[in-house]
């Protein structure tokens, strides 16, 4: 038997193999987006399939194809559309992808499932995707079919963030390629991670509203890191990494009854 939770990399009996025994399914949600000069563009691909892989371990789950195109970066959340590299899709599609793919696992026979995004604009047309795969579930007679949808990054703990930002926590949209996403990537991807090139133009200082076209004062830090990456660690990345998986897995469990 193949010794990995990742569904591409299983063959299609031993698939329906730990379906039919209940195996429930982790579909991670990213983006191929800028993370500023020291992190590569798959950061939100990285890090929630690498929370993913954590979890299935843990639960006997089965980690889906990352969705690798996310929804459109904002300013203010991911610096916007306007970096080289960052491909988004539209909102629209990206919640027809969602509805497909969950479509189909749910006609495989997948009967738990649990969305885990990664990318901060994914989170209302997940919601929708989700929606819109339910009613066609339910349209093919499958009654008994449960999904759980969440953002990984909910599952940090206060202590853990007390303890990583002990001037306080900025809040979790000027995080952007910033010392969360690099500790985090120091724990997965180490070597994608150029430490001599954070940057230190920020942190953002926008104001409460979007505004389009963005004006050249809008407080959006030219290196597209929102706030700060200087004293990220591998130290810190684990703290994080500890946190999303106990508590994402245990919540997993409560849900489904594991
Ligand atoms: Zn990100
Ligand atoms: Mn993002």
């Known amino acids: 038997m193949v010794d990995s939770v990742r569904l591409d990399e299983l063959s299609w009996p031993e698939f329906a193999a730990r379906i ?21 563009l798959n950061v939100d691909v990285v ?20 969705v690798p195109y996310g929804c459109k970066s904002m ?48 989170l209302w047309p997940s919601v929708e995707g989700l ?18 949808r969440l953002e ?11 303890s990583i930002f002990p001037a306080g926590f900025p809040g979790i949209e000027l995080e952007h390629a910033s010392l969360m996403e690099t500790s985090l990537m120091m724990v997965l991807r180490p070597d994608l991670v150029e430490m001599d090139k954070v940057p230190s133009d920020g942190p953002a200082t926008f104001p409460p509203y979007d505004r389009f076209p963005v004006p050249d004062d809008f407080g959006l830090p030219p290196s597209g890191v929102l706030a ?31």
Request: proline letters at 5%.
């Open 47 to 66: 890090l929630p399939t690498g929370v993913c892989e954590r979890i299935a371990r843990k639960i006997g789950g089965i980690v889906a194809p990352t």
């Open 20 to 40: 039919a025994a209940g195996a429930p399914v982790l579909l991670p949600l990213g983006s191929t987006e800028q993370h500023g000069p020291h992190l590569p």
């Open 75 to 122: 300013p203010r959340s991911g610096g916007g559309e306007q970096f080289p590299g960052t491909l988004s899709v539209d909102a629209h599609t990206f919640a027809l992808v969602l509805r497909d793919v969950i479509r189909n696992l749910a006609r495989q026979g997948v009967r738990r499932l649990v969305v885990v995004n990664g990318h901060y604009e994914n």
């Open 152 to 162: 990984y990054w909910d599952f940090a703990q206060r202590a853990t963030l007390e």
């Open 228 to 258: 700060v990456a200087t004293g990220s660690t591998v130290e810190k990345g684990e703290a994080l990494m500890a946190d999303y998986v106990t508590h994402i897995a245990a919540a997993v469990r409560k849900e489904f009854g594991l």
């Open 131 to 148: 929606d819109l795969a339910r009613r066609e579930i339910a349209r093919d007679g499958i009654t008994d079919f449960t999904v759980m």
